[in-house]
């Protein structure tokens, strides 16, 4: 009979295997006992504080810290002021939003709020990389993040004054793999060659890329319904309000009103989408694309002043 050794985790293995991604591939695991956590072949061992060992398959955790790496959140989960995206800034990078506007009804108030506020349109004057992640993420700010979901620009190779010209050699920008400053990423690559030891064909990745990329084939579809329109000026329209939720224990609520008279149609063209229904910031996604899916453009109400009187309901 062969001996296993038990071995402590590395720093991937400390971030794969937690008890918090056990217990999203085991919804019945009790982690109130567990004195510590180490790996054996192809199992992750939990062992209690009584001595006694649990055995759980190391692949099932690493699907389940895949797959929370890679989760969607909510809509206005990365959104700024006013509903703003994600901002340009320098090196074919983005400062994403926290949504603190939209955390609760009364988010706009908070200090994270008001400096989102302040800072919204000077970020592009802050160069540096290191400087603007800094004033993102430091614990008095706590803004967002800089992401790069196509890679960030590389510095151009130096030119030589003093040398020749060379017509075959061109000055083409290098970009580099999908980035972002937010922790969950950066211990993933300060790890990486950890990380591709435990999961094949591992590349960092974390849920402000994967909202990032989900904006922007939101973005693309809009454009793209827009402009079947012949006129440039859609007739099927669709007005949307969200009203954060009141505290933590509740979702917000989410509005449409549809019409095929036009953005510009007046209040009485105007029809709630299914006013029986209750719909949150959790179906924002799917209402946007199946709306757009028929053909509808999506517009915020607050964009719209003939529909004012909405938001006073």
Known sequence: MSIQTQLELNAAQSCIYTRTNIR???????????AGIYSRADDCIVVRRDG????????????AYSSYTHRLKDFFSYLGPNYRGPSVWHHNAYVLFKGWYYSHALGHLTSNAK?????????????DPAKITTLLQSDQTDLGHLVAPDGMRLPNRAVN???????????????????????SFQRQLNNLSTFQEEIQ?????????????????????????RNASASGAPE??????????????????FML?????????????????KPKEVFTQKDAWDLFFN????????FPGTSLPQLKSITKQ
């Open 161 to 183: 004054l003093d040398g020749e010209l060379d017509d075959n050699e061109e000055q083409k920008s290098v970009f580099g793999e999908p980035t972002c400053s937010c922790g």
């Open 201 to 225: 064909g591992f590349k960092p990745w974390c849920i402000h890329l994967t909202w990032f990329n989900k904006y922007r084939e939101l973005l693309c579809k809009r454009t793209e319904v």
């Open 236 to 253: 099927k329209c669709v007005a949307w309000w969200y009203a954060p939720p009141s505290d933590a224990h509740n979702d917000g609520r």
């Open 291 to 298: 709306m757009m899916e028929a053909g509808y453009v999506p």
């Open 257 to 273: 009103l549809h019409t095929k008279s036009g953005a510009q149609a007046p209040m009485t063209h105007w029809r709630h989408y």
């Open 24 to 34: 999203r591939a085991y919804q019945d695991f009790d982690d109130s006992e567990a």
């Open 115 to 127: 400096l989102q506020s302040h800072w919204a349109d000077k970020f592009i004057y802050v160069s």
């Open 52 to 63: 006694t060992e649990q055995t759980y398959s190391r692949q099932l955790i690493k699907t």
